[in-house]
């Protein structure tokens, strides 16, 4: 039985203060702010040969085929969401990432 056996990246980018985005601005409004970021950073994951594996509420897990591809990745996820203004405010998230 052969195996084949390959590295992968997984980023996990989540919305900072979250919960308190809820509680300033209510859940309508928190929710489409959110959905706005993670839209984003999904939107870029094509550029870096990257996929989505799942959204977790505020969060977001993708796969990349190499770390390096990951990385550019998430410099460019911290410039997409610096850029936006949702419901007001101006969004922020952190990003993981292991190979």
């Keep these: 039985m052969s195996r084949e ?3 992968l990246t997984v980023l ?3 919305v900072t203060e ?3 985005l809820y509680n300033q601005l209510g859940d309508v409004a928190a929710r489409n702010a959110i959905n706005g970021s993670l839209g984003a ?3 870029l994951l094509p550029r870096y040969k990257g ?3 799942k959204t977790l509420g505020d969060a977001v897990m ?3 085929p190499d770390a390096d591809s990951a990385v ?3 410099v460019d996820m ?3 969401i610096t850029a936006l203004h949702l419901g007001g405010r101006n969004m922020q998230i952190r990003i993981g990432l292991h190979t």
């Design 5 to 7: 056996t390959r590295t």
């Design 12 to 14: 996990f980018a989540d």
């Design 18 to 20: 979250s919960s308190r």
């Design 41 to 43: 950073l999904v939107d």
């Design 51 to 53: 996929r989505l594996v």
């Design 62 to 64: 993708c796969l990349f």
């Design 72 to 74: 550019d990745a998430a």
């Design 78 to 80: 911290q410039r997409a």
